[in-house]
Nanobody, 126 residues
Framework: QVQLVESGGGSVQAGGALRLSCQVSGYTYSTYSFAWFRQAPGKEREGVAALDSERSVSEAASIQGRFTISRDSAKNTLNLEMHSLKPEDTAVYYC????????????????????WGQGTQVTVSS
């Protein structure tokens, strides 16, 4: 029913930029939260950024000032614009959604989300 499909991953040099997109289909809820997560080899899944239907935005402290989350209602996509990429940003990036609002202390926890994309690989070389 609900489907999320990421695209835009690839390889980039350190200091470069990359834009990820998550195509959303079968999702008609007016109250919702969306988020981007990532998982690097040997590490746990980490929340990157989140936004909800009341315009609340949450960001991981480690990426403040470098990543921007947004939603394009016309194209029905969730986007993540990444700048000043570092090798430690290398990971599989996932988009996720849940049809409810989340307080800030829960917005970047993967257990809160029930719909997930398949992931897209981002590799940053030094």
């Amino acid at each position: 029913q609900v489907q999320l499909v990421e695209s835009g991953g690839g390889s980039v040099q350190a200091g470069g930029a990359l834009r990820l997109s998550c195509q959303v289909s079968g999702y008609t809820y007016s109250t919702y939260s969306f988020a981007w997560f990532r998982q690097a080899p040997g590490k746990e899944r980490e929340g990157v950024a989140a936004l909800d239907s009341e315009r609340s935005v949450s960001e991981a402290a480690s990426i403040q000032g470098r990543f921007t989350i947004s939603r394009d209602s016309a194209k029905n996509t969730l986007n993540l614009e990444m700048h000043s990429l570092k090798p430690e940003d290398t990971a599989v990036y996932y988009c996720a959604a849940v049809p409810k609002l989340l307080p800030p202390w829960r917005a970047l926890k993967d257990g809160e989300y029930i719909y997930w994309g398949q992931g897209t690989q981002v590799t940053v070389s030094s």
